[in-house]
C-alpha cells in the first residue's frame, strides 16, 4: 500500500457543508492539518490546483462490486480503482453477490477485500434476508457487529410487509438502516422497459411506474408506524418524489437517492433495442426526468447514487428480454450530475458526499469539512472541460455505459484517500 503523503494543495475553491473559500490545504499523516489563505511549503508537495474545487470525497450508496461471485463483471479491486477515478473515497457495496451478504463471513471478506486494495473505503451492506430471498432475516446484530449500517435486498424490493415491518422495528432498534429496492414484483413480472407510450409501440412488457410508488407508499407507511428510518434507492418516478416529499413534510425519517441515468436518459432510448439502455427501474418518460430532477434541487432526494452495475459483454449481447438490468455509474456520475443538474457546487457535493456520507454512517470520516484535524478524503474536481467516455480507458471491468458518445461537464482531477493520492491528474496511482 502507498505511504501517506504530505501535499500541499494551493490555489483551489474549497467547497464543503459549511461553504465556500479559496484556501490552500495542507495534508500530512492522513489528515487535514492546516487551511488559510497563501500557506508556506514546508516539505512536503506543492500541488496547484488554481481554478479547482477541493471537497470531501464523495459517498456511493450504491455499488454492485459483483466480488465474490462475478468476477467477470468486476471485482473489488477494478470496482475501487472506478471509484476512485470517480471522486469516490467510500462505496457501499450492494449485497447480490453469490455468495449473498447474508452473513458475517461473506461481509468480512468484503471489507477485508477492499482494505487489502486501500484505494476507497468499500463498506458492504448487508442483505435485509437470507439468500436475498424475502423470507427470514439475516442476523441484523451480528452484521451491524462487524460494521454493516446499511441493510438492503437490492435487485429486488422485500415483498411481505409483515416482514418488512419486524425488519424496521430490528433496524430501528439497532440504529442501522434499512434502504428499500423498491419494486412489487408481481406487477413487473417478465418487465424490460417502463410501462408507457414507447413500450406499447415496441410491444415490449412494461414495468409500470405503480409498481416502484406502491412499495414507496407502503414503506413510508412502515417507517411512520415504526418510527425506523427507511431510505428509498434509485427512485424513478414523479409520484415516488411527490411521496417522499410528502412524507418529509411530515417529519418522518425517509431519506431517498437518484441516479445519474434516471436525471438524463428516458424511455425512448430502448427504441434502438441496446441493452444498455435496460435497466432495473428502468427509464421512465421526460415527466418522471423533470420530477426527479426538481426532487434532487429542492432536497426532497437526498442523495445521487450510481447503481453502479457491471456486465461483462457476453451477458449484455443478448437479446433485450434476456440481457440484464444495470449500467456503469462511478466514472460518470460527476460528468452527468453536473450536465444535467442546474445548481450551485455546494448543493451537487452535498448530493455526492456528506448527505449521502450520513445515510450511510460513514460521516465520522467521509463528508467532513475541510478543516484542520479531519480525515484527507478529498476530491479535487476541475470544473470546465467538457469530456467524453473512452471506454478502453474505463477502469471497470465491464463497459456497459450509456454514456459513449456523449458530452459531460466537469472531471474528477485527483482523489485523495486517507492522506494517499489514489488518483492524481485523472489516472489511478495503483
Ligand atoms: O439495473 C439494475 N441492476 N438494478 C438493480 O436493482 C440491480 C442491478 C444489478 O445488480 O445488476
Same mark, same amino acid.
Given at each position: 500500500?502507498?505511504?501517506?503523503?504530505?501535499?500541499?494543495f494551493?490555489?483551489?475553491?474549497?467547497?464543503?457543508?459549511?461553504?465556500?473559500?479559496?484556501?490552500?490545504?495542507?495534508?500530512?499523516?492522513?489528515?487535514?492539518?492546516?487551511t488559510?489563505?497563501?500557506?508556506?511549503?514546508?516539505?512536503?508537495?506543492?500541488?496547484?490546483?488554481?481554478?479547482?474545487?477541493?471537497a470531501?470525497?464523495?459517498?456511493?450508496?450504491?455499488?454492485?462490486?459483483?466480488?465474490?461471485?462475478?468476477?467477470?463483471a468486476?471485482?473489488?479491486?477494478?470496482?475501487?480503482?472506478?471509484?476512485?477515478?470517480g471522486?469516490?473515497?467510500?462505496?457501499?457495496?450492494?449485497?447480490?453477490?453469490?455468495?449473498?451478504?447474508?452473513?458475517?463471513?461473506?461481509?468480512?471478506?468484503?471489507?477485508?477485500?477492499?482494505?487489502?486494495?486501500?484505494?476507497?473505503?468499500?463498506?458492504?451492506?448487508?442483505?435485509?434476508?437470507?439468500?436475498?430471498a424475502?423470507?427470514?432475516?439475516?442476523?441484523?446484530?451480528?452484521?451491524?457487529?462487524?460494521?454493516?449500517?446499511?441493510?438492503?435486498?437490492?435487485?429486488?424490493?422485500?415483498?411481505?410487509e409483515?416482514?418488512?415491518?419486524?425488519?424496521?422495528?430490528?433496524?430501528?432498534?439497532?440504529?442501522?438502516?434499512?434502504?428499500?429496492?423498491?419494486?412489487?414484483?408481481?406487477?413487473?413480472?417478465?418487465?424490460?422497459?417502463?410501462?408507457g407510450?414507447?413500450?406499447?409501440?415496441?410491444? *415490449?412488457? @412494461?414495468? =409500470?411506474?405503480l409498481?416502484?410508488? !406502491?412499495?414507496?407508499? /407502503?414503506?413510508? +407507511? $412502515?417507517? %411512520? *408506524?415504526? @418510527?425506523? =428510518?427507511?431510505?428509498?434507492?434509485? !427512485?424513478?418516478?414523479? /409520484?415516488?418524489? +411527490? $411521496?417522499? %416529499?410528502?412524507?418529509?413534510?411530515?417529519?418522518?425519517?425517509?431519506?431517498?437517492?437518484?441516479?445519474?441515468?434516471?436525471?438524463?436518459?428516458?424511455?425512448?432510448?430502448?427504441?434502438?433495442?441496446?441493452?444498455?439502455?435496460?435497466?432495473?427501474?428502468?427509464?421512465?418518460?421526460?415527466?418522471?426526468?423533470?420530477?426527479?430532477?426538481?426532487?434532487?434541487?429542492?432536497?426532497?432526494?437526498?442523495?445521487?447514487?450510481?447503481?453502479?452495475?457491471?456486465?461483462?459483454?457476453?451477458?449484455?449481447?443478448?437479446?433485450?428480454?434476456?440481457?440484464?438490468?444495470?449500467?456503469?455509474?462511478?466514472?460518470?456520475?460527476?460528468?452527468?450530475?453536473?450536465?444535467?443538474?442546474?445548481?450551485?457546487?455546494?448543493?451537487?457535493?452535498?448530493?455526492?458526499?456528506?448527505?449521502?456520507?450520513?445515510?450511510?454512517?460513514?460521516?465520522?470520516?467521509?463528508?467532513?469539512?475541510?478543516?484542520?484535524?479531519?480525515?484527507?478524503?478529498l476530491?479535487?474536481?476541475?470544473?470546465?472541460?467538457?469530456?467524453q467516455?473512452?471506454?478502453?480507458?474505463?477502469?471497470?471491468?465491464?463497459?456497459?455505459?450509456?454514456?459513449?458518445?456523449v458530452?459531460?461537464?466537469?472531471?474528477?482531477?485527483?482523489?485523495?484517500?486517507?492522506?494517499?493520492?489514489?488518483?492524481?491528474?485523472?489516472?489511478?496511482?495503483?
Amino acid at each position: 500500500m502507498m505511504n501517506k503523503e504530505a501535499v500541499l494543495f494551493a490555489g483551489g475553491l474549497v467547497v464543503d457543508e459549511s461553504g465556500e473559500r479559496h484556501f490552500d490545504v495542507r495534508v500530512r499523516d492522513g489528515l487535514v492539518v492546516e487551511t488559510g489563505s497563501d500557506l508556506a511549503a514546508g516539505d512536503e508537495e506543492r500541488v496547484d490546483i488554481s481554478g479547482c474545487i477541493l471537497a470531501p470525497g464523495f459517498v456511493d450508496l450504491h455499488t454492485h462490486l459483483r466480488e465474490p461471485g462475478m468476477p467477470e463483471a468486476e471485482t473489488i479491486e477494478t470496482g475501487s480503482r472506478a471509484a476512485a477515478l470517480g471522486g469516490y473515497t467510500a462505496v457501499v457495496a450492494m449485497p447480490n453477490t453469490d455468495p449473498t451478504q447474508d452473513c458475517v463471513e461473506v461481509v468480512e471478506f468484503v471489507s477485508k477485500r477492499g482494505r487489502e486494495i486501500g484505494l476507497c473505503d468499500v463498506r458492504p451492506s448487508g442483505s435485509i434476508t437470507i439468500g436475498r430471498a424475502g423470507a427470514q432475516l439475516t442476523p441484523f446484530a451480528d452484521l451491524a457487529a462487524v460494521g454493516v449500517h446499511l441493510f438492503t435486498d437490492d435487485g429486488s424490493g422485500v415483498q411481505d410487509e409483515g416482514l418488512m415491518r419486524r425488519a424496521l422495528e430490528y433496524a430501528g432498534e439497532l440504529g442501522v438502516v434499512l434502504a428499500q429496492h423498491c419494486e412489487v414484483a408481481s406487477l413487473t413480472a417478465g418487465a424490460v422497459m417502463h410501462e408507457g407510450e414507447c413500450c406499447s409501440h415496441l410491444g *415490449l412488457p @412494461g414495468w =409500470p411506474a405503480l409498481a416502484e410508488e !406502491l412499495m414507496v407508499h /407502503r414503506d413510508i +407507511e $412502515l417507517s %411512520r *408506524l415504526t @418510527g425506523s =428510518p427507511v431510505h428509498l434507492l434509485h !427512485l424513478s418516478t414523479a /409520484r415516488s418524489v +411527490e $411521496l417522499v %416529499r410528502g412524507a418529509k413534510a411530515d417529519g418522518l425519517p425517509v431519506t431517498a437517492e437518484a441516479t445519474p441515468h434516471h436525471i438524463s436518459l428516458t424511455d425512448e432510448r430502448l427504441s434502438s433495442f441496446d441493452t444498455r439502455y435496460k435497466v432495473n427501474p428502468p427509464l421512465r418518460t421526460m415527466a418522471d426526468i423533470e420530477a426527479v430532477t426538481a426532487g434532487l434541487l429542492d432536497g426532497t432526494i437526498d442523495a445521487i447514487a450510481t447503481d453502479h452495475a457491471p456486465h461483462p459483454s457476453a451477458a449484455k449481447d443478448r437479446p433485450l428480454d434476456e440481457a440484464p438490468p444495470g449500467m456503469l455509474g462511478l466514472e460518470t456520475a460527476l460528468g452527468v450530475a453536473r450536465a444535467h443538474l442546474d445548481c450551485s457546487w455546494q448543493h451537487l457535493i452535498g448530493a455526492l458526499s456528506w448527505r449521502p456520507a450520513r445515510i450511510a454512517g460513514l460521516s465520522d470520516r467521509h463528508g467532513r469539512p475541510v478543516s484542520e484535524g479531519e480525515s484527507a478524503n478529498l476530491v479535487v474536481i476541475d470544473p470546465d472541460p467538457d469530456w467524453q467516455v473512452d471506454p478502453s480507458a474505463l477502469a471497470s471491468r465491464s463497459r456497459n455505459t450509456p454514456y459513449i458518445g456523449v458530452d459531460l461537464k466537469s472531471r474528477v482531477r485527483h482523489t485523495m484517500f486517507e492522506g494517499r493520492m489514489v488518483v492524481r491528474d485523472g489516472v489511478a496511482t495503483a
